[in-house]
């Protein structure tokens, strides 16, 4: 079965500094994996995901994530946060097998202290 | 513009009296699934649609029913809404399943008292 964990409820850094937000799942085949973030009031919206080849993934709003099967990981980075970063982030894992379904962390919520 | 389209946004009402939100795409998606989210639990699948009149049960399916009539259409209802079901729900298509990118509606706050 497959699952998502996303470590950290909450998450705080300050404006200019490293986004480090850990995803970590669990499939028996190759997954598809995603990061979605969502606004107060909004719906998610896709920041970037990861199907097949480079394991190093670049998505919207300077943020990246890199799949490392070893560690069974999908941590989302950005170098340096923007009070506009504020949101909650969420990781989501998908797997061809059958039929698709896709399995959502719980999420992290990020503050962006001035 | 590429969108799905959830209503009501919000929504009050009482215990038992059975209601409907609707969900609609205009992206030719086949994938569509309804969502909830709570606090500390993420979202959780309720239910999916792999196309037309294809149906089956997410994470969560006590208490809701779907259909899939039309391609674009999803419709969620709930035949005697509970206070438990008291939630924000959300509405998802994609081309496909897998590794096709979802999207979401705004939401439905759901309030039953």
């Known amino acids: 079965a497959q699952s998502v964990t996303q470590l950290g409820s909450h998450v705080s850094v300050s404006e200019g500094a490293l986004v480090l937000l850990r995803c970590n799942y669990s499939s028996s085949v190759p997954p598809y994996l995603f990061w979605y973030v969502q606004y107060p009031n909004q719906g998610l919206q896709l920041l970037l995901k990861y199907t097949t080849g480079a394991t190093l993934v670049k998505g919207i709003n300077g943020f990246e994530a890199e799949f490392k099967k070893s560690e069974t990981s999908f941590h989302l980075t950005k170098p340096s946060a923007h009070m506009s970063d504020a949101a909650e982030y969420f990781c989501?894992?998908?797997?061809?097998?059958?039929?698709?379904?896709?399995?959502f962390g719980t999420g992290t919520r990020l503050k962006v202290l001035a | 513009e590429a969108q799905v389209t959830q209503n009501p946004r919000y929504l009050i009402t009482v215990t038992g009296k059975k209601l409907t939100v609707t969900c609609s795409q205009n992206?030719?998606?086949?994938?569509m699934s309804w969502y909830r989210q709570d606090p500390g639990l993420g979202l959780r699948q309720i239910y999916y649609?792999?196309?037309?009149?294809?149906?089956d049960k997410g994470d969560v399916p006590e208490g809701y029913k779907v259909s899939r009539k039309e391609k674009r259409n999803f419709p969620l209802i709930l035949e005697s809404p509970s206070p438990n079901q008291t939630s924000l729900y959300f509405c998802?298509?994609?081309?496909?399943?897998?590794?096709?990118?979802?999207?979401f509606g705004q939401g439905t706050r759901l309030t039953v008292v």
């Open positions: 649609s792999m196309n037309v009149e294809v149906t």
């Open positions: 989501a894992v998908s797997v061809k097998s059958g039929t698709y379904k896709y399995i």
């Open positions: 998802a298509s994609s081309l496909k399943g897998g590794g096709t990118e979802a999207f």
């Open positions: 992206m030719n998606h086949e994938y």
